[in-house]
């Protein structure tokens, strides 16, 4: 039988050995349930290819097309710049960051897929540091049916990886079942899915997802997940006040007769009656 999914560690996973380990620790991620309720703080729509006439200013999306040139240009910064144009428009790529083997990928004539977010640049529409992929002779990909989720992250992993990570980890929700703190008569009242159902949905929304819900924690898979933190909060304060409730307060014997009577007698002022009162109680 297999072990619960807080027992089983990352390292179960295919391709996260202990230096990987090491990395997904800074995140507080050590077993297969950490890495499940690593929940993505956001979407992206790669559903879609769009064509390149589709880009304005802000709007992201996929998009296939054609290098017609490249160049590195040398100014105040560095930056590789390549052309690419569809049936439809044309484009520039621009990377700040990139190398001699990358420039010499990206040559005219290469197809690619790529996504991005265009912005008004110097040439017009421009994608800063796409992520792409190269396309190879009359290669078709299939796209997403599913959006695309974005984790937090640290240094040591990309979401590529880490993506990867999270789906393998959905897999053992197949063979384990997570312990659900709900029962199901509430689930079925407040209209809830089972907390295997919400972790499968919120890595893996379908492209129909309402993302401004999702964006605003709103969305009934993420209150859902709210309403069993809330409850396991409030189980572990209930349980410590029964265990403190369980001890019985040391009494604190009254040393030296009189001391109180001399602390009031050296007092500029005389007790209020609210103030004696306090005084019998800390005595009692």
């Known amino acids: 039988m297999m072990s619960a999914l807080e027992e089983i560690p990352v390292t179960q996973l295919k391709g996260v050995g202990d230096r990987l380990a090491e990395v997904l620790a800074k995140l507080h ?17 790669r559903t879609t290819v769009h064509p390149l006439s589709y880009f304005r ?12 040139s490249n160049r590195v240009l040398f100014g105040r910064r560095r930056s590789l710049e390549v052309v690419v144009r569809d049936h439809s428009a044309e484009l520039t790529l621009r990377f700040y960051h ?6 010499r990928q990206l040559s005219r004539g290469t197809r690619l897929r790529a996504y991005g977010e265009a912005r008004l640049g110097r040439n017009g529409i421009e994608v800063y540091h796409p992520e792409y992929q190269i396309l190879r002779g009359e290669e078709q990909l ?26 393998q980890a959905l897999t053992y929700l197949e063979r384990v079942q997570p312990v659900d703190l709900l029962p199901a008569e509430l689930l079925a009242e407040l209209q809830l899915p089972t907390l295997k159902e919400a972790l499968l949905y919120l890595h893996a929304p ?20 709210i309403i069993e933190e809330l409850l396991a909060h409030h189980l572990s304060l209930l349980k410590l006040r029964q265990r403190i409730q369980q001890h019985a307060a040391v009494p604190c014997s009254v040393k030296g007769a009189g001391l109180q009577e001399q602390l009031q007698g050296r007092l500029p002022f005389a007790l209020t009656a609210a103030q004696q009162r306090v005084v019998a109680e800390i005595r009692h």
């Open 142 to 167: 299939d796209v997403p049916d599913t959006l695309t989720p974005l984790y937090a992250l640290t240094d040591g992993i990309q979401q590529a990886r880490m993506r990867a990570l999270c789906t």
């Open 98 to 103: 990139f190398s001699a083997a990358q420039a």
């Open 29 to 45: 991620i050590a077993t297969m349930q950490d890495l499940l309720f690593h929940l993505p703080f956001r979407y992206e729509d």
């Open 206 to 225: 379908p492209k129909e997802a309402d993302q401004e819900a999702l964006l605003n924690g709103r969305h009934p898979c993420q209150r859902r997940l």
């Open 57 to 68: 200013p802000h709007v992201q999306g996929v998009f296939e097309a054609e290098v017609q």
